[in-house]
């Protein structure tokens, strides 16, 4: 099967499409696109502190993709569940796993009925690698918060990350390339960005060429949902660092805490 945008590519702007992007042979071609070695070195092991610093252990990995963290997590003595929208990907990441050494316990779930497939409590919710850019309404991006925030201990977290598109939208695109995409001789840009898409083009050594069509989440936006959703507080990176200049990250990653805190926030004391 070949990925299908129609005649007009540009109007293709649904939440459901992403089925259909997911097709075999890019499936097979992701890994050249992120090389698991060199996204390794370069992200460290910035997701394996964050949970451990706050006593996390149960992981639920809602984009499951190939595989890459959930493999990650299952490697240091995390309880991990893998899930995914995708059978495709789903496939590839038990597939990589068994052959480190590690059966994945996967979940086939969109994440907008997630808590219909997924019936357990877990500690952390990770969405990573620029999923959640997937969804195409509001609608869409409130009801999976929601199930995620479901899918949580009282006191349990959620870790989104996206690429920055607020730096796109404003001032055009550029990439250090650094962190996800660390595939040699594999380029991802932006074909088409308006503030409904981010059409992308992923080229690969053999020339052959597939395509994402993605929202282009602003930041502060993604961390609004996530509050008014129920999270009380979201803590932002900027390609891993806790300092950064608003423009420079290629990629944000937001931790969103759902424990009520004892003290009251800040502004509302002073309101
Ligand atoms: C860009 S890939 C990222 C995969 C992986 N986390 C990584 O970093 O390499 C996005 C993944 O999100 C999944 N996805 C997108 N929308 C979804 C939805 N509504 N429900 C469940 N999975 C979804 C896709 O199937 C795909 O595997």
């Known amino acids: 099967m070949e990925q299908n945008y129609g005649k007009n590519p540009t109007t293709v702007r649904a939440t459901d499409h992403y089925k259909s992007e997911y097709v075999k042979s890019f499936v097979d071609k992701w890994d050249e696109l992120i090389n698991w070695e060199a996204r390794a070195e370069s992200e460290g092991d910035f997701f394996i502190r964050e949970l451990k610093k706050r006593g996390k252990k149960r992981v639920l990995d809602v984009a499951t993709g190939t595989g890459f963290h959930s493999v990650r997590l299952v490697q240091e003595g995390f309880d991990v569940t893998s899930a995914d ?19 994945l316990r996967t979940v086939h779930a969109d994440w907008r009925w997630l808590n219909r497939d997924v019936h357990n409590k877990f500690d952390a919710v990770i969405c990573l690698g620029n999923s959640f850019t997937h969804l195409f309404s509001e609608r869409d991006r409130r009801k999976a918060l929601a199930e995620f925030y479901a899918a949580l201990r009282h006191d349990g977290i959620l870790i989104l990350d996206q ?13 250090k390339h650094t962190y996800y995409y660390c595939g040699d001789n594999v380029s991802a840009e932006p074909e088409h960005v308006d503030d409904g898409l981010a059409r992308f083009c992923y080229t690969f050594p053999d020339k052959s060429q597939y395509h994402l069509n993605m929202f282009p989440l602003r930041a502060s936006y993604v961390t609004r949902l996530m509050k008014e959703v129920g999270f009380q507080q ?15 990250p290629d990629f944000f990653i937001h931790i969103a805490e759902k424990e009520y805190p004892k003290e009251e926030p800040e502004e509302e004391k002073q309101s």
């Open 85 to 103: 929208g995708s059978m495709e990907m789903l496939g590839k990441a038990f597939d990589n796993s068994r052959r480190r050494g590690h059966i």
């Open 163 to 175: 690429r920055n598109y607020d730096a796109i939208l404003d001032n055009g695109f550029s990439s």
């Open 234 to 248: 979201v803590s932002t990176y900027g390609d891993f660092q806790e300092t950064y200049r608003q423009d420079d």
